[in-house]
């Protein structure tokens, strides 16, 4: 086995590590996993509605946004 | 038996009779029913499915106005507006049960106009909501979450809440990445390992280092960072800490690696830096984690503040702001309800509880010219009287001013651990210098003697004296959880092995704290269902002791409705039924009635009378606790000193005192007067654990070193103590003393096993004859031998 093999074998795995660990890092920074029944809880419960619930409220809070700051 | 089915809506059981049928649903009341078919109509269906078979409480029916929530004071206090421009509160929410209330409240208020985000935590039940004003009223959003069946009260986030969280989200992240990179590291460090013994080529060797390395420096940079920062502060304060400690060790590892790695020359420890980090950073964790939180303890008050008050202003009764009522103001008060000032009763009786200030369970009857004190409760008076003194100066505010320092300044035991290791860590790098420098003038080369410097300080990482004290607590904090009691800081455990003086409450603490019947003398036979219905009207501590004896005698029994009935203020209840008077209450009231009765008694009587005629009489005391005896001995076997504090009067204070054995006591103490008295007690160099469980107690609780709650006591001292008895038993207070000195015991040992490690192997290491490898072995063998060691609490806590 030639050595850049191992090199490339050991480039991949850590990458692919790192990618899950930002992605944790990034649900942990932005809150996911702070209350963690709601958290194991939506995991078994929601679906579509759910979902377009959440959009529902982001498009209600661009719109008022806009109303609010004329500017 | 009778048929008993479940309400659709809150799923207590009910007899089927009593239960309120519509379509296909009971319901056990109208506001269950409401809510049901709000929920319905909503289309919010989806909370049933996710409640499944909780039981919920049924929804009040009678709230406040709502529309103090609009009010310029409240939005003073409470709202503020985030970089949005929007509205933004922080609310607490009553009444939450399981995962599907916070499902259903968010929801509903998610479907409100102008609501922009409304996010609960289930564990706290803080919600923090969001709104645009011009769209919605705060109070609009209030009524929704009450018409679904919950409450809502604001309270102060305050910004020291914040910053624990932010903290403690800090070390999660930290903690993730150098786990992560741990984890990988060891995969690697086997690979080399086997090479060392096996062989291995350069080539690989350099690459396996170059992967080491990578993953090493986020640990050491962004996980390790803390102990930097530790490390500055300390030299800053001239003090050296396990933190230096850590870094430097850590640091001059990393570095040398680098050589090693560059040079291609001998054995990288790329992997000893990352596992020194990852396990002393868990180490800190586990204690920012166990920190109580102060801010929590003060909302929890707050909550119970309100910050409006009712006052009588040219003949209106108009709400103000609790600070800005001045002492002359004539202030209002209905049943029920807290009186938040001191003042004078100028018109109005009935009995206020009192319990809060004296712990006194007894209500206290007053009338017009009699003085009210803030912080207790009217049970039925309405009354109006003139404020004495302001709200800043008020007993209330007082009690809670005091609370605020008291909990600032509750004082520590230093701990042992870390006094230790101050020393330990400045012996260590002064020994790992020398070694350095002694190795160079005997005309060795640089490299060799740096790498036998740096095994000094690899050898003595404070790896085995860092898990001593933890990995103890922590089986002791285990070990006390499954017997019911909670201690909230690991430290507490050390601070308690090293306590001298027990101080007991008497009412709630040593004995039940509830009237219980112990004599019942009936004249003749009657319906004992006409008392029960008549005792069940009221909720005087007395009436319920005997609603709770005759519940234990007869199980199946059944309540009567009265035609007409009325409570006498401070004397009892009279009833009718079936054209016969019915009395039931204290002597007064027979008095009152013009009924004579000859009966003697040391306990509290409850007469039972029909037709003017006395029935039956019971007696009432406060019964002592099972193991108070037991306990009491065996705090005198450890060399205790037990003193007991109470608001409660002589005559009942000694007779408790006399009975369990207690020699020192202090009766009709007031909380300021506990709380000093504890003071004192620390004047004289005594550390004390005092234990409580009310509202009365708390000042003291929260002075003492350590303060101890029943579990059943009220809210703000359960949430003040440190060590919670789940179970309110004595013997859970024995088990807690028991366990923290074994706990303690055994940090000792542990403290002395790695002391003893490192007496050994340190002059090995500065005598040249332990290569790094070798010492991050050993090194992992020692704090085995601790842990090991910790596990041996549960043993001997149960052979003792």
Not at chain 2, 108 to 125: P, S
Not at chain 2, 530 to 552: Q, T
Request: proline share 2%; aromatic share 10%; with cysteine.
């Amino acid at each position: 086995m030639s050595n850049w093999v191992i090199a490339m074998m050991l480039g991949a795995s850590v990458f692919l590590g790192a990618l899950g660990l930002f992605a944790f890092l990034w649900a942990v920074k932005s809150g996911q996993f702070d209350d963690e029944e709601k958290f194991l809880n939506a995991a078994k419960f929601d679906g579509e509605d759910e979902l377009n619930d959440a959009y529902r409220q982001e498009q209600k809070k661009k719109a008022l946004k806009k109303e609010y700051r004329p500017e | 038996m009778s048929n008993k089915v479940a309400c659709s809506h809150c799923h207590l059981e009910f007899d089927e009779a009593v239960m309120i049928k519509d379509n296909n649903h009971y319901f056990c009341c109208n506001g269950c029913q409401g809510v049901f078919k709000l929920l319905s109509d909503e289309g919010f269906d989806g909370f049933y499915a996710r409640t499944q078979n909780v039981k919920l409480s049924p929804p009040l029916e009678k709230f406040e106005d709502s529309s103090t929530f609009d009010s310029e004071s409240f939005r003073d206090a409470f709202v503020k507006v985030n970089s949005d421009g929007f509205n933004e509160i922080a609310l607490i929410i009553e009444g939450i049960h399981c995962s599907a209330c916070v499902w259903l409240n968010e929801k509903a208020l998610h479907k409100m106009d102008g609501v922009i985000e409304a996010n609960i935590n289930f564990t706290n039940n803080k919600a923090t909501v969001v709104w645009a004003d011009g769209v919605v009223k705060l109070s609009e959003i209030i009524e929704m979450i009450r018409s679904i069946g919950y409450d809502a009260f604001a309270y102060d986030s305050s910004i020291q809440e914040v910053y624990a969280n932010k903290e403690r989200k800090s070390y999660y992240l930290k903690m993730a990445v150098a786990i992560f990179a741990s984890m990988n590291i060891m995969w690697i460090a086997i690979a080399q390992y086997a090479g060392y013994f096996t062989g291995i080529t350069q080539d690989i060797k350099t690459i396996l280092n170059i992967a080491e390395w990578i993953l090493a420096t986020p640990v050491l940079f962004f996980s390790g960072w803390v102990f930097f920062r530790g490390a500055y502060y300390g030299l800053k304060n001239r003090v050296v800490n396990m933190d230096l400690m850590v870094a430097t060790g850590a640091l001059l590892t990393y570095i040398y690696s680098i050589y090693i790695t560059v040079t291609e020359y001998g054995e990288a420890y790329f992997d000893s830096v990352s596992m020194i980090i990852t396990f002393v950073l868990i180490g800190k964790f586990l204690e920012v984690l166990s920190k109580k939180n102060a801010a929590d303890t003060l909302d929890i008050i707050g909550k119970h503040i309100p910050s409006e008050i009712k006052i009588l202003l040219d003949d209106t009764i108009t709400t103000c702001k609790l600070e800005n009522v001045k002492v002359g103001n004539i202030v209002v008060v209905s049943s029920g309800e807290r009186v938040l000032l001191d003042g004078e009763i100028v018109k109005g009786q009935g009995s206020f509880d009192e319990s809060n200030l004296t712990g006194e369970s007894e209500p206290i009857y007053k009338k017009a010219g009699d003085s009210v004190i803030s912080g207790t409760t009217s049970i039925d008076a309405d009354i109006y009287f003139r404020a004495t003194k302001d709200f800043k100066h008020s007993t209330l505010s007082n009690l809670v001013t005091l609370l605020e320092s008291a909990i600032n300044k509750k004082p520590k035991i230093q701990q042992m651990a870390n006094r230790l290791s101050e020393h330990f860590s400045s012996v260590i790098l002064g020994f790992s210098f020398l070694t350095f420098m002694v190795w160079v003038m005997l005309g060795n080369g640089f490299e060799t003697s740096f790498m036998i410097g740096i095994s000094v300080i690899v050898i003595a990482c404070p790896c085995a004296l860092a898990l001593a004290t933890p990995v103890a607590t922590l089986v002791g904090l285990n070990l006390g959880a499954r017997r019911g009691i909670l201690f909230k800081e690991a430290a507490q455990i050390e601070t308690m092995a090293k306590v001298d003086t027990l101080v007991l409450d008497k009412t709630g603490t040593l004995t039940v704290g509830k009237p219980e019947v112990i004599k019942e003398s009936s004249f003749e036979e009657f319906d004992k269902g006409l008392l029960y219905s008549l005792v069940k009207l009221s909720k005087h501590p007395v009436a319920s002791g005997i609603c709770r004896y005759i519940e234990s005698q007869d199980e199946t029994i059944k309540e009567i409705l009265f035609d007409k009935f009325s409570q006498i203020p401070a004397c009892g209840i009279k009833a009718q039924y079936g054209g016969r008077e019915i009395l039931g209450g204290n002597l007064k009231l027979l008095e009152l009635h013009g009924i004579k009765v000859d009966f003697i008694s040391d306990n509290t009587l409850f007469y039972y009378a029909v037709d003017k005629k006395v029935i039956s009489i019971y007696e009432l005391s406060d019964k002592i606790k099972e193991s108070a005896k037991e306990l009491i001995l065996e705090m005198q076997k450890r060399d205790i000193n037990v003193v007991m504090l109470t608001g409660d009067n002589e005559k009942s204070a000694r007779s408790v005192a006399s009975k369990v054995g207690i020699t020192e006591l202090y009766y009709e103490q007031t909380p300021e007067d506990k709380s000093n008295f504890i003071e004192s007690l620390h004047a004289q160099n005594r550390s004390v654990v005092m234990v409580g469980d009310g509202v009365n107690d708390i000042l003291a609780l929260s002075r003492a070193d350590i303060g101890i709650v029943m579990g059943s006591g009220s809210d703000i001292a359960v949430e003040i103590g440190d060590v919670v008895l789940l179970n309110n038993s004595l013997t859970s207070l024995k088990d807690a003393f028991k366990i923290s000195k074994i706990t303690f015991g055994l940090i000792k040992q542990n403290l002395f096993i790695s002391l003893v490690y490192n007496a050994v192997t340190i002059p090995l290491a500065m005598a040249g004859y332990v290569i790094p490898l070798v010492a991050a072995i050993s090194m992992s063998l020692s704090s085995l031998l601790v842990v090991g060691n910790s596990m041996r609490i549960k043993y001997k806590f149960k052979q003792k």
